[in-house]
């Protein structure tokens, strides 16, 4: 209990914003002052139970959280009530790269998540130009069809000149046969 | 691919039987040519460039002389016609595999030989104007397939003109790009560059007046040739080291030399080459899709007419886009009331009207019949299917007159004056057409009766038909 207060008051004498290494030096010296207790061997500290010792073992196995006090409240017959408090303080860079990293993800989760289930990208507005789902469009174009009209048309033209030259040929395959008739 | 092979021989190795005789009278001094010229052969060279051809921009490529009159045609390379496939023949025993060409075909420089022997694979025309115009250029584009077998030929024309290609059989891809706009959208041209260029032509026509800007745009194109029309004033300055060949109009405006206003470009065209003739021009001719035929059918029977029992009349006056006028004839269109007038003569056949507006089917109605047969009619194709199966024409100076002829249908032609009579119809006789022309200079002042006159003989031919 003495040493609790005494650290309470201890760390209540300095100023909250202090450095890091400050903290570190104080709760190291409040960690000497238990190993010290404890390798003085006394023995009224020693029957006093193992919570105490526990406790401020964990403080001292962080030693970068800033502690800000140790509260030990003792009542006899009872175990120790430990409460420890502590403030953590995120560098000025530390809170930009947090809001960074949430503004991506916000982001990004919006168009990845946002896009997943559209019916727009389903409708026939989307699909409708050749969009397969792949990725690889195929474009059903204006230009395209017209090519393909005048090469059809080219192809009519090419049918009815060889028929014409087909119908010439009868013809006058006729006209042989007439003539070999009369003969 | 037969250029790579090509090796330089001196004159004295082979006999002079072999040797092309070049066309150029003083061989002997082109021989030189190429090694003196720049230095004191100019004023020399100037003289033979003049009396072989026009002159020659020094500026383009300063080692240009002309042909070679040492180089060997005939053995390896195809003299006459090119190729109508450029695809070299297979090899399966490529040693190396995937490559399919002969050995010895190099890829890289297979663009060079195609310039050396004056091949055009892929040419594209740039052609301005509306639908007149367009389909006057179809003789050069017949001409232009018949000159170089196998070659794919592109069009950019106007919104306009580009319907006009329905009916062209020759051309692969038509795009939509406004040649005579002097500040295109810039999204539009940087596009459009970049389509043509994408295609990599051989050869590019342009039929726009080329200034510049202009040239600049054809220039970025990085096709070989590039053959266009300049200014024939001050604004043609620059637009002659952009292009490869060029052509002065007879005046600002192009459409004004009527059936023959690419002349230029058609003779250039047509030229000489080594020992190819000259191309002939061949006639305007359409063809028409069956489809097209289909609905225009449909079109002309819910009119109320029947197959080969109509004549077509053109040419109303209106505001519409859609009348089909030369620009080089802009007083072309006779208003409803003189049109109703002649109409009335036509007796063994139905008059049937185009509009190129559905607001004017009311003023037809109003003038000539209440049931009078109309059709609304606005692109070419139709109009030329629609032509197809009527028994003649009587039109002013608009596309109709030139589809007539090219179908071969009996016309009669209204024009302003006689002389813009024979310049957009010169033979007159062989199209079975019959020009009437105004006295006055104007088309409003045209002779009725002189058209009644011709409407009655007009009235036997599909009897004779």
New interface residues.
């Given amino acids: 209990m003495a040493e609790a207060v005494m650290g309470f008051t201890l760390f209540k004498s300095h100023n909250l914003g202090s450095s890091l290494q400050r903290r570190r030096f104080q709760m190291n010296h409040s960690s000497r002052l238990h190993s010290n207790s404890t390798l003085s061997n006394r023995p009224w500290q020693v029957s006093e139970g193992k919570s105490k010792r526990a406790s401020l073992c964990k403080v001292n196995g962080l030693p970068d959280w800033p502690l800000m006090a140790i509260i030990v409240e003792h009542m006899e017959g009872q175990r120790d009530l430990i409460t420890s408090k502590s403030v953590s303080h995120l560098s000025d860079q530390a809170i930009k790269n947090v809001y960074t990293w949430y503004i991506m993800f916000t982001v990004w989760g919006g168009l990845f998540f946002g896009s997943m289930k559209d019916p727009y990208y389903d409708s026939e507005a989307y699909r409708g130009d050749g969009g397969d789902g792949t990725g690889n469009w195929i474009y059903e174009k204006q230009?395209t069809m017209?090519?393909e009209?005048?090469?059809?048309?080219?192809r009519?033209?090419l049918i009815e000149e060889i028929e014409e030259k087909v119908e010439g040929l009868r013809e006058l395959e006729e006209g042989v046969k007439k003539e070999k008739l009369v003969k | 691919m037969a250029a790579t092979y090509y090796n330089l021989q001196s004159p004295k190795t082979f006999p002079t039987l072999l040797r092309n005789l070049p066309s150029i009278p003083s061989s002997h001094v082109s021989l030189l040519g190429s090694l003196d010229y720049p230095f004191h052969c100019s004023t020399r060279r100037g003289y033979h460039v003049e009396a072989n051809a026009k002159k020659k921009n020094p500026w383009l490529d300063p080692f240009d002389d002309g042909d070679d009159p040492e180089m060997e045609t005939g053995s390896l390379f195809a003299n006459g016609l090119q190729e109508e496939d450029p695809r070299p023949p297979d090899d399966p025993d490529n040693p190396y595999g995937f490559l399919k060409f002969p050995s010895g075909y190099a890829v890289e420089v297979a663009s060079l030989a195609l310039k050396v022997r004056g091949d055009v694979r892929r040419c594209c025309c740039v052609i301005s104007g509306g639908v007149y115009e367009n389909l006057l250029f179809f003789p050069a584009i017949q001409l232009i397939k018949n000159r170089y077998p196998g070659v794919q030929i592109d069009v950019v024309a106007t919104e306009r003109g580009k319907q006009t290609?329905?009916m062209?059989?020759?051309?692969?891809?038509?795009?939509v790009y406004d040649p005579d706009d002097d500040d295109p959208e810039p999204a539009e041209y940087a596009d459009m560059i970049g389509i043509l260029k994408n295609r990599y032509y051989d050869m590019v026509l342009n039929t726009r007046l080329a200034g510049l800007g202009h040239a600049a745009f054809l220039f970025m194109t990085t096709a070989r040739d590039r053959v266009s029309y300049v200014y024939p004033n001050v604004n043609a300055a620059g637009a002659g080291l952009l292009l490869s060949e060029t052509f002065v109009p007879d005046s600002l405006n192009l459409s004004d030399g009527g059936y023959h206003m690419y002349h230029q470009m058609v003779e250039w065209l047509g030229r000489p080459f080594r020992d190819l003739p000259r191309q002939p021009v061949p006639p305007l001719r359409v063809?028409i899709?069956?489809?097209l035929k289909e609905v225009v059918e449909a079109k002309y029977e819910k009119a109320g007419v029947k197959k080969g029992k109509y004549v077509v009349i053109h040419g109303i006056k209106s505001d519409s886009q859609a009348s089909m006028q030369s620009r080089g004839d802009p007083d072309s269109l006779l208003p409803i009331e003189v049109w109703a007038e002649i109409a009335d003569v036509i007796r063994d056949v139905t008059p049937l009207f185009v509009i190129p507006h559905e607001k004017e089917r009311e003023n037809v109605q109003e003038n000539f019949d209440e049931d009078a047969s109309i059709v609304f009619i606005t692109t070419p194709g139709q109009l030329a299917a629609l032509i197809n199966d009527s028994a003649g024409v009587i039109a002013t100076n608009t596309a109709a007159i030139q589809l007539a002829s090219a179908r071969e249908k009996p016309c009669i032609a209204l024009f302003c004056s006689e002389e813009m009579g024979n310049k957009f119809v010169p033979q007159a006789e062989e199209n079975k057409c019959v020009i009437i022309s105004s006295k006055t200079g104007k088309l409003i002042d045209i002779d009725v009766e002189a058209i009644k006159t011709a409407v009655q003989t007009f009235n036997l031919a599909p009897v004779l038909v």
Avoid: C, I
């Fill in positions: 230009e017209e090519a009209a005048r090469e059809a048309l080219w009519e033209e | 290609y329905e062209n059989k020759n051309v692969r891809w038509t795009n063809s899709s069956r489809k």
